[in-house]
């Protein structure tokens, strides 16, 4: 019996259509009658006896068929023509698949060249840039000169090892304020300043939701409040000043007071700072450094900003746009927080050492941020008056609300004593 697997062509009735496709069509009839021929063969040999004889029947059969088939299929220019094609087909193959391969190789080396190089010139900046951020001296120093390249050891003479000084790269000043907390001089001090918080210093307009009523303070009463402020010999003072006198015992006056305003609004040059001026007052701005970079008419312009610092008012950050900025990363921490305090820096040329938060959000990782790029503190809307160092990140405030009259003020001012 005639056992060797052969490949039968395609039986007669199955006229399989010329081309690659009549050949992708005959392999797969081949390869299925292979793997039938094979399960014929395990159930004529390995099966269970029982089954023996019916499979070597089913076998015989099918050798049979295969035979016809064959015999049907002695048509050798058929058998030829399929065999050119594949011969042809492989042949092609080979260049194919080799140019195929250069391809490859060739966009790897590409690719490697190209990420080498990329990684080059990006590492240099970067490396700047890390140390720039971690700065052992304040900006406001002059910069060290920076190194003089060394002259090359003369090839004459004996070379004689000298100390040459280590001079470190000179970094780019990174241009915003870093002072560290002003030292202490070891005593412990607590003050109940009172620190208000003012938002608008503007009627209302006509359909103003309760939020912006609650927020805003018509102007002739901020002027009620300032006349009793002065009236009561209230002195205001800057958040720095509580800082200096915190750490160094710098005397304030006998009834100091903080006046801020949040969110830079338009009115805040417009109404408030006027009326600051004309009490001898000085204010402190929280502002949002997006509004004026947007030159948003509803807030402070950066020239507005600018005259209110040159006039004493105290300009400190209240965030790039009026986002939380508790859960945040250091990368979006540092667009908003340090972006912001660059922005009135470069306009004012003063330093922003505090922050409000922005609608009192916050968390440790916000506070460390702060406390890691030398900020000296920071204000919540907590209802209080109790400043130290050890809380000077959570400083609190007393609201000022759209309803509270002279009478209330002097009410809120009476009770965190
Ligand atoms: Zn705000």
């Known amino acids: 019996m005639d056992t060797s697997p052969r490949i039968p062509g395609p039986p007669g009735e199955r006229q399989a259509p010329p081309g690659v496709q009549g050949l992708i069509e005959q392999t797969l009839w081949a390869t299925s009658e292979i793997s039938r021929g094979f399960w014929g063969w395990g159930a004529a040999f390995g099966g269970a006896p029982a089954s023996n004889t019916r499979a070597s029947r089913l076998l015989v059969a099918r050798m049979q068929i295969l035979a016809n088939a064959d015999a049907k299929m002695a048509r050798p ?71 003089s390249p060394n002259p090359s050891p003369t090839p004459t003479g004996t070379p004689t090892p000298e100390p040459s000084p280590i001079v470190p790269p000179t970094p780019t000043p990174y241009p915003f304020f870093q002072e560290p907390l002003p030292p202490t001089d070891g005593q412990t001090r607590t003050l109940q300043v009172p620190i208000l918080m003012y938002h608008y210093i503007s009627d209302p ?15 002739s009463m901020f002027e009620a409040h300032l006349q009793y402020l002065r009236q009561a010999g209230y002195e205001t003072v800057s ?33 408030a700072f006027p ?92 506070i460390q941020f702060l406390e890691g790029y030398r900020f000296w503190g920071a204000v919540t809307t907590a209802f209080g008056a109790d400043e130290r160092l050890e809380n000077r990140f959570l400083w609190p405030r007393i609201r000022i609300r759209g309803t509270d009259d002279v009478g209330a003020l002097m009410w809120k001012l009476s009770v965190p004593k």
């Not at 030829?80 to 391969?101: D, F, K, N, Q, Y």
């Not at 190089?117 to 971690?134: F, G, Q, Y």
């Not at 307009?205 to 102007?219: E, H, I, Q, Y």
């Open 205 to 219: 307009p006509s359909g103003a939701d309760r939020f912006r009523l609650d927020l805003s303070v018509r102007p």
């Open 275 to 366: 009326r600051l001026q004309r009490y001898g007052f000085r204010g402190t701005f929280f502002v949002l450094t997006g509004r004026a970079d947007e030159g948003d008419p509803r807030y402070l312009s950066w020239e507005q900003i600018r005259q209110m610092s040159e006039a004493g008012m105290d300009i400190q950050l209240h965030g790039r746009e009026h986002v939380p900025l508790s859960g945040r990363d250091e990368a979006f921490l540092f667009y908003h927080i340090i972006g912001g305090k660059q922005s009135i820096e470069a306009h004012t040329g003063r330093p922003v050492r505090f922050l409000a938060y922005p609608s009192s959000d916050y968390d440790q990782r916000l």
């Open 239 to 271: 958040l720095s000043d509580l800082i200096f006198h915190l750490t160094q015992g710098h005397p304030l006056p006998p009834r100091p007071i903080v006046l801020t305003f949040d969110d830079g609004y338009r009115d805040a040059y417009e109404e």
């Open 77 to 147: 220019s058929r058998l030829r023509a399929h065999r050119r094609l594949l011969s042809l087909t492989l042949w092609m193959m080979i260049p194919g698949g080799l140019i195929a391969l250069t391809l490859f190789a060739m966009s790897r080396a590409i690719n490697v060249a190209a990420w080498e190089t990329s990684r080059r010139l990006l590492s240099t900046p970067a490396e700047v840039s890390l140390s720039m951020l971690v700065p052992t001296s304040s900006p406001t120093e002059s910069p060290a000169p920076s190194p």
